[in-house]
């Protein structure tokens, strides 16, 4: 026995027990064939990308998103409940054994009505992602369902003046301290992630952070040297926040805020830990992470007897600077911002601890990060802007000067601030073991310039390129007359587990399926002599064709094929990509450009067009749309 009943075909099977309940059980119910002939491929798409996106059981806003930009029709409330059933029972239906607990939070999420139509679980409805991506969809369908009940109860309680910054009181303040995503995160970034999570969707952090709702449109990251988090990090932070709220039984809104926990510092540790970190920060060690026990080390040189270990210290570093965070912005409620234990600072020791600390940490993770890869590659520029300064200003500074060169005393600023903190390199001059060997500045100025290399990396855009690498910071070296010896930016390749199929002879394999969307025909051939069929980052191999899926240029709401090849252009190129037409070219549609790219943005243009998108600029990658890497 299988533990059904026989049922006519058609019909969810009925269990002869509690225990057999599969997650796409739905007794008595016929399965709708005209409704699901109704949805197309592009119709369950959309679904599943919003479904994805703001949860299931929000049904008014799925009907909002799914519609907007008129590519597709507005579905009722009742057919889109229906298919979002069906999806999460097919997702639920795909995860493994042992996630039995998650599977059953997804049973009971499931709501239906008599007026929603039967849609079986089938995979083919919601493609072969599905079993891959089945326990990271369950997860955030499970953590968007919590969020979503967690947001309702809230505004049950406050139906006509909601007070956001209540939404967490009914969690200690502990909960706020491990992982956050950033120095400067306080409470009240928590409340705004999960409340922008709900408004926004699962993610989208940059409509976050412009929505003057929200405490993330105030953080001023180009004026203090704050990090802004990465998507990652807000990400696994919010995992952290619903875990810890799913523990909790009964949500008190109105309980008081408790912004700090008693610890057992003393005044005086807090004070000379304040001042350490505010003129020393964090240093890091030899993978790129904060350094804690070289923090100890200082603390048993300044204190005493100092019984206080590393993730004392970490924590404690972590309570000062939430502390100055409330102390400059308190929370509506705070009057006399102290910690628990009555220790209060300043708003100037504050602002220095804040404005110090995300200055050296920018110096140490960004710019002398990777072997000071940042540092290196943008020391043209940085040569060029001082050059600049010095055509356009007649004061006496040092760095207006012949004799200052910037990969020496620029370079030996930068890291004698990381080695060895401000006040240190405040008195950098005469010092021959950074460069400085016969020549004098100024505390001031030693500040002035800081301030102003601190600017000029910050002004550079591609940041994240260089966060992705891991490197040992550079070791210094020096000449014979004691000047630094300039360090080469060491490259790495890239790595793939992507396995290419060959034939007995070792000869690739074509078709070439790369994923879903991509196929590659033929790999073409290398052209040598001419230059402008390579650059230092592609290679635009004669011949070269590939099949890319993307959104039809003709129809929004269908998705076709493109034919992308590179042909011989004499001296440079020519890129040609043809929409297809039952696996055929549509060759009176061909578009020719001198780049890939050129040929892509024609595309999306038309396919923005017919989605009455309201988008002012295009960007698209052809390298990657063509599978160039």
């Not at 950074?434 to 020549?439: L, N």
Request: net charge neutral.
């Amino acid at each position: 026995m299988n533990g059904y009943v026989n049922e006519p075909p058609g019909k969810a099977p009925i269990p002869e027990n509690e225990e057999a309940i599969p997650i796409d059980t739905f007794p008595s119910r016929q399965a709708d064939t005209s409704m699901m002939k109704k949805w197309g491929v592009n119709d369950r798409e959309n679904l599943k990308k919003w479904l994805l996106t703001f949860g299931y059981g929000r049904w008014k806003k799925l009907r909002e998103v799914m519609s907007e930009g008129g590519a597709y029709t507005t579905k009722p409330i009742p057919e889109i409940r229906s298919f979002a059933t069906a999806l999460v029972r097919t997702v639920g239906e795909n995860l493994p054994l042992e996630k039995h607990e998650l599977k059953k939070n997804l049973t009971k999420m499931i709501q239906e009505t008599e007026e929603d139509f039967y849609i079986p679980p089938r995979i083919k409805d919601w493609g072969q992602m599905v079993r891959q991506r089945a326990v990271p969809w369950a997860k955030r369908l499970d953590m968007l369902w919590r969020i979503k009940d967690l947001i309702r109860k809230f505004k049950k309680q406050y139906q006509t003046d909601p007070k956001w910054g209540n939404l967490l009181n009914f969690m200690s303040s502990s909960a706020f301290y491990g992982q956050r995503p950033s120095s400067w995160w306080t409470r009240r970034h928590d409340v705004d992630l999960i409340r922008g999570t709900y408004k926004h969707g699962y993610a989208n952090y940059t409509a976050m952070r412009s929505d003057p709702q929200l405490s993330f449109s105030q953080v001023d990251t180009d004026g203090t040297f704050k990090e802004f988090p990465s998507a990652d990090t807000i990400t696994r932070r919010l995992k952290k926040l619903m875990i810890a709220i799913e523990k909790i039984e009964e949500y008190d809104f109105e309980q008081e805020q408790q912004f700090f926990e008693s610890t057992d510092w003393n005044s005086n540790e807090k004070l000379v830990l304040l001042k350490l970190i505010t003129e020393y920060g964090v240093p890091l060690n030899l993978e790129g992470k904060n350094d804690w026990n070289l923090m100890k080390e200082k603390m048993d040189g300044l204190v005493p007897g100092n019984d206080k270990g590393a993730n004392s210290i970490e924590r404690m570093v972590q309570h000062l600077r939430m502390l100055a965070q409330h102390t400059i912005h308190p929370e509506e409620d705070q009057e006399d911002v102290k910690d628990a234990d009555g220790f209060s600072m300043s708003i100037e020791q504050a602002e220095n601890l804040q404005n110090n600390f995300n200055k050296l940490q920018f110096v140490r993770k960004h710019i002398l990060k990777n072997g000071s890869e940042l540092f290196n590659n943008e020391l043209a520029s940085l040569q060029k802007a001082t050059e600049k300064l010095k055509s356009e200003s007649e004061e006496l500074k040092p760095w207006l000067s012949e004799e200052w060169k910037c990969e020496v005393h620029d370079r030996g600023l930068l890291n004698a601030l990381a080695d060895n903190g401000l006040e240190h390199v405040r008195c950098i001059s005469d010092n021959p073991e950074y460069g400085f060997s016969g020549m004098q500045i100024s505390p001031e100025l030693v500040n002035e310039r800081i301030q102003y290399l601190c600017e000029f990396f910050r002004t550079i855009t591609n940041l994240q390129k260089y966060s992705k690498k891991k490197r040992p910071p550079e070791e210094l070296t020096f000449d014979e007359k004691g000047q630094i010896r300039p360090v080469m930016p060491v490259k790495k390749t890239k790595t793939s587990n992507f396995v290419v199929p060959r034939d007995e002879e070792g000869n690739v394999e074509f078709p070439l399926m790369i994923n879903n969307s991509l196929t590659i025909l033929n790999l073409g051939e290398i052209e040598t002599e001419r230059p402008a069929y390579h650059s230092g980052r592609n290679i635009f191999p004669i011949g070269f064709k590939s099949i890319r899926e993307h959104t039809s240029m003709f129809n929004p709401k269908e998705r076709m094929q493109y034919l992308c090849e590179i042909l011989d252009g004499g001296p440079k190129p020519l890129f040609k990509v043809t929409p297809m037409k039952e696996k055929e070219p549509i060759e009176n549609q061909a578009i020719l450009k001198d780049s890939c790219t050129g040929c892509w943005i024609v595309i999306c243009n038309k396919v923005n067009e017919l989605q009455r998108s309201r988008r002012s600029k295009v960007t698209v990658s052809g390298t990657d749309r063509f599978g160039l890497w």
